[in-house]
């Protein structure tokens, strides 16, 4: 029995029960919980399959686009208009590329983001990029996982919600693990557990996203909310909620590669210097040979960013040689102690990270970000030094 293609799935309500999830009613009925381990895979995730709407269903859909979404972090609260992009075989696209923006990023065989300001494309690397690449799967990492060298690791039963949940081990090729739960009876995806930062420099949080509001697109059930907690404590990190997914639409190639434009010298400065990342010396020469033949032109805030993103990269050494020097030549600039202070703290060392931050609020009390670094520091249980 199929449902309308106006209605929502809601788990917490009675489901007709589709072949798969009969199957598994019976077993758990017959065998009980004890034997949910020994319960075969391949099966669970047919049921899993069957449930989103069948294969070819899956197979059928070429381009999916989600629009009209509204994030929501802390304080922060957007627009409603968060939009994203598939279309086979792997591109993305995240930031609608006929709206204008500050920020977009995407995946076209390799994962990349665009700053609006300084107007810059940087091609990622390390876990940035693996989130990217990782996200470009629409069908979702369960429809043969094996195609995509998915390992799946059946585990225990839990509760979500007070309801009973399969937990799953995902481990990606590229050696990433993530903890999924289907819920027992419809076979969905509620929940995911994941350690990971939650921005560029922040430790590692071990959060729950529950996984829910599931509506037929295309005749496949797709999640339209994800709600994202910190186990530990509860406290809410964030939530996504998509009014509209579309699929089949036909796109433009455009939308999944960067922005196409002229370079002012400035922006090819600063993706000269992002991209000679792994040669310090390449990007002290550059970055001195810059300045020499145009003293004219600011730096610092191309420089800045420059720096920013490789120690995203992981490109410390780099980061810290042209941080330094762009200390130097601003010494009166508190962003780029703050700058500098970020590529200390991440080189792990504390007391240079504690004295460039406090240098950034002599040359601005209000600079928050230079504040926010030395109470986490402090928070952490670093000395002052």
Request: proline share 6%; net charge negative; aromatic share 10%.
């Amino acid at each position: 029995m199929r449902r309308p293609a106006s209605t929502a799935l809601d788990l917490t309500a009675p489901r007709p029960a589709s072949r798969w999830a009969l199957h598994w009613g019976l077993l758990w009925a017959l065998l009980g919980t004890s034997a949910l381990s020994a319960a075969p895979l391949d099966d669970l995730l047919r049921c899993h399959v069957e449930a989103r709407g069948g294969l070819q269903r899956i197979r059928a859909i070429e381009t999916l686009v989600y629009s009209e979404g509204l994030y929501e972090e802390g304080d922060y609260k957007g627009s409603g208009n968060a939009f994203m992009a598939f279309a086979r075989p792997y591109l993305r696209a995240v930031g609608d590329p006929d709206g204008g923006g500050s920020f977009r990023e995407g995946y076209d065989g390799s994962a990349w983001e665009w700053y609006a300001d300084p107007g810059v494309v940087v091609r990622t690397v390390g876990h940035a990029a693996g989130a990217i690449r990782r996200g470009a799967d629409f069908e979702g990492v369960l429809i043969e996982p094996q195609e995509k060298g998915v390992t799946v690791r059946l585990g225990e039963e839990i509760a979500i919600d007070g309801r009973p949940a399969i937990h799953l081990t995902v481990i990606y090729p590229d050696d990433f693990s993530t903890e999924l739960y289907l819920d027992r009876e419809s076979c969905l995806i509620v929940a995911q557990r994941k350690t990971a930062p939650i921005h560029a420099f922040g430790e590692a949080v071990t959060s729950e996203t529950r996984i829910g509001d599931y509506r037929p697109v295309a005749g496949v059930l797709f999640a339209h909310r994800f709600v994202d907690t910190e186990i530990a404590t509860g406290r809410p990190l964030s939530s996504m909620q998509w009014r509209r997914i579309e699929a089949n639409r036909n796109l433009p190639a455009s939308w999944f590669a960067p922005p196409d434009f002229e370079r002012a010298p400035i922006q090819k400065l600063t993706e000269h210097l992002y991209f000679q990342r792994n040669d310090p010396v390449a990007v002290a020469w550059t970055y001195r040979e810059f300045r020499r033949f145009h003293p004219e032109i600011e730096t610092a805030s191309a420089v800045e960013f420059a720096g920013y993103q490789m120690l995203k990269m992981g490109n410390v050494v780099s980061a810290l040689e042209l941080l330094e020097r762009n200390a130097d030549d601003h010494p009166q600039r508190a962003d780029a102690a703050f700058g500098l202070g970020r590529a200390y703290e991440t080189a792990g060392d504390v007391g240079q990270a504690q004295s460039a931050y406090r240098r950034a609020l002599d040359l601005d009390p209000e600079h928050r970000r230079a504040r926010r670094a030395l109470d986490a520091l402090a928070e952490a249980g670093e000395p002052v030094r």
